[in-house]
Every structure is written in structure tokens, then in C-alpha cells.
């Protein structure tokens, strides 16, 4: 199976915050890289965060830097996106795939998940 499914999305104002989270418990083929992407209307998919699972390192895109965190819980087998200090250009459909390189490159992609800044 290769079933993502993504939460958490909303609309909020500039500054706020919220967390996204991807179940991945009916992802059951084998990955090396699970990360957050995302697409704005009229825009390409770029990529947001990533986990890689071999070495537990991180990649972050740098206009996230400092406010977003990709984590994970294993238990739970969910992946997570806190977002900190949005900014309107953050608007974007938010998709959790399984990846591979650095920098990430999308492989298996969930629905998505929607969020809305306003300013």
C-alpha cells in the first residue's frame, strides 16, 4: 500500500500557527525519505521539509528556516509539520510524500491539505 493522508489545514491569520500531521499507517512499502511539500495556485510543488529515515536528519527549505519543524511519531506512525509564524505567502495546498536526495524529491504524494493566511 502507498495511502498518505494529510490533516490540519485551515485558515488563519499572519503570524499564527497551526500543525499538519500525515497518517502514514497505510504506507506500508519501504522509504527512506518522508517530507512536506506544497503548491501554491498557479505555482510548481516545492519542497518544504523532509525527514530522512536512515540518519534521522532533516532538510528544511530556506524561507522556512526558524519557523516550520518537521517531526515524527513512530507510535503513532504520523508525521508532522508545526508551523510557526505564517506568512500569507505560506498559503499553498500542503501535500506529505515519501521523497528520496537532498533536497527532496516527491515520490508517493497524499491529497493534501489546505491552508490560508490571511494578512
Known amino acids: 500500500q502507498r495511502q498518505l493522508v494529510e490533516s490540519g489545514g485551515g485558515s488563519v491569520q499572519a503570524g499564527g500557527s497551526l500543525r499538519l500531521s500525515c497518517d502514514r499507517s497505510?504506507?506500508?512499502?519501504?522509504?527512506?525519505?518522508m517530507g512536506w511539500f506544497r503548491q501554491a495556485p498557479g505555482k510548481e510543488r516545492e519542497g518544504v521539509a523532509a525527514?530522512?529515515?536512515?540518519?534521522?536528519?532533516?532538510y528544511y527549505a530556506d524561507f522556512v528556516k526558524g519557523r516550520f519543524a518537521i517531526s515524527q511519531d513512530n507510535f503513532k506512525n504520523t508525521l508532522y509539520l508545526q508551523m510557526n509564524n505564517l506568512k500569507p505567502e505560506d498559503s499553498a495546498t500542503y501535500y506529505c510524500?515519501?521523497?528520496?536526495?537532498?533536497?527532496?524529491?516527491?515520490?508517493?504524494w497524499g491529497q493534501g491539505t489546505l491552508v490560508t493566511v490571511s494578512s
Open positions: 510524500a515519501t521523497c528520496v536526495g537532498r533536497p527532496p524529491i516527491g515520490d508517493a
Open positions: 497505510g504506507y506500508t512499502d519501504s522509504y527512506s525519505c
Open positions: 525527514l530522512y529515515i536512515g540518519d534521522r536528519s532533516t
